[in-house]
C-alpha cells in the first residue's frame, strides 16, 4: 500500500519531453528503505554496505548481510535496480577487524574502498557471495559496484571477483579524477559507471571533503568537476554502458538537469531530496538540459557556473 501511493504521487523521473531518468535512492541500510519507497524512488542506486560493518568487533556474518541485502531487493517492483557498493571501508571510516597496513597521515589518499580489498580479497569474496545469495529469486535486479576504482585494471579485478560469485551486473564509481579521465577503458569490463561526486571532487579540487571551510573547492559545481562527469558520461554512451551519478550533485535539482544534458541516465540521492530532482526534470526538456550542460562547462568557477545554469533554464530558478 505503500508502494502504491508513492507511485500515484510521484511516478518515475522524466524530463519535460518525457525522456526516462530513472530516480534512485542512496541508503545506508534497510532502515532507510521506507523513506526511499515512500518518496517514489524507483530503486536504489547507491547502497553503502559499510554501515553493516562500522563499529563492531568482527564482521557481519553471512546470514546477516544476506538478510540487510535481500530487504532492498525486496522493497520496490519486480525489476526495479538495486545497486549495492561493496566496502568502502579505510581511512576515515576504520575497521576493528582489519587494521590499516600502518600510519597514513592523508587518509583519504590511503587504503581505502577496493585498494583495502586487494589486500583481504576474502572480505569482498564473502561480501559478494552473499549478496548472490541474497539476490537469488528476488524480485529486483541486483548490481554490485566497487568504490575508489583508479583505474581499468582496478575494474577488471573487481569485476572478475564478482563474476567468481556469480554476479553479472558489476560496475565501477568514478571518483578518482584518474577513472574519469580513462572511462573509455574501464568501461571494457564494467557494465555501467556511477559517478561519486563527493570524492570526485575532494581529489579533482585537492580540497579535503572532511575538513570545513574550504568553501568553493569543495562545490561540484567546479567546471573542473563539470568536465570529468561530461567526459565520463560521453565515453560511457560511446561504450554503450549506463553511467549514473550518485555524489550530493544528485540531489541538487539545478545541477542534476545540468548532469542529464552531459548524459547522465540516472541519479541516485537521499530519498528526501528525490521529490524536488523529479519537479525539476518534469520542467526541463532535455534540450534545455543540453545547453545548461554546455553553458555550465564554459564557466571559469562554481558561482559562474550556477549562474549559467539558471539562466539557460529559468523555469527553475
Ligand atoms: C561519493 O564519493 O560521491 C559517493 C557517493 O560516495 P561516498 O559519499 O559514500 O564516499
Ligand atoms: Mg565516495
Redesign the pocket.
Known amino acids: 500500500a505503500r508502494r502504491a501511493a508513492a507511485e500515484q504521487s510521484s511516478g518515475p523521473g522524466r524530463t519535460a519531453d518525457g525522456h526516462p531518468v530513472p530516480l534512485l535512492a ?1 541508503i545506508g541500510g534497510p532502515k532507510d528503505l521506507p523513506a526511499a519507497v515512500d518518496n517514489g524512488a524507483e530503486g536504489v542506486g ?1 547502497y ?1 554496505t ?1 554501515f553493516l560493518f562500522l563499529d563492531r568487533e568482527d564482521a557481519p556474518s553471512h546470514q546477516e548481510q544476506v538478510a540487510a541485502y535481500r530487504a532492498a531487493l525486496e522493497a520496490f517492483g519486480p525489476g526495479a535496480k538495486v545497486v549495492v ?1 561493496t566496502l ?1 571501508a579505510g581511512a576515515d571510516k576504520p575497521l576493528a577487524f582489519l587494521p590499516p597496513p600502518g600510519e597514513e597521515p592523508n587518509p583519504a589518499l590511503g587504503e581505502r ?1 577496493l585498494r583495502m580489498m586487494h589486500r583481504h580479497p576474502e572480505m569482498l569474496s564473502s561480501q559478494l557471495s552473499a549478496l548472490a545469495e541474497a539476490a537469488r529469486g528476488a524480485p529486483a535486479e541486483l548490481s554490485v559496484m566497487a ?1 575508489m576504482v583508479t583505474d581499468a585494471e582496478d575494474a577488471e579485478w573487481f569485476t572478475a571477483r564478482a563474476a567468481e560469485a556469480g554476479i553479472e551486473r558489476a560496475g565501477v ?1 568514478v ?1 578518482v579524477p584518474a577513472a574519469a579521465l580513462r572511462a573509455r577503458h574501464l568501461a571494457r569490463d564494467a557494465a555501467f559507471f ?9 581529489y579533482t579540487c585537492a580540497a579535503d ?1 572532511e575538513v570545513g571551510g574550504l568553501g568553493r573547492f569543495q562545490d561540484s559545481w567546479q567546471p573542473a568537476v563539470l568536465e570529468l562527469v561530461a567526459t565520463t558520461a560521453r565515453e560511457a554512451e560511446a561504450a554503450g554502458r549506463p553511467c549514473g ?5 544528485a540531489a541538487d535539482p539545478l545541477l542534476a538537469c545540468v548532469l542529464v544534458g552531459m548524459g547522465v541516465t540516472t541519479l ?1 540521492m537521499g530519498a528526501t531530496a528525490l521529490p524536488m530532482v523529479r519537479a525539476a526534470l518534469a520542467r526541463a526538456t532535455r534540450e534545455q538540459c543540453r545547453r545548461a550542460a554546455e553553458a555550465a562547462l564554459e564557466a571559469r568557477g562554481p558561482s559562474e557556473a550556477r549562474a549559467a545554469a539558471r539562466t539557460a533554464l529559468p523555469g527553475l530558478a
Open positions: 542512496n547507491l553503502r559499510e557498493r568502502d574502498g568504490p564509481m571518483e556511477s559517478i561519486g561526486t563527493n570524492d570526485l571532487t575532494q571533503r551519478v550518485c555524489g550530493e550533485a541516485s
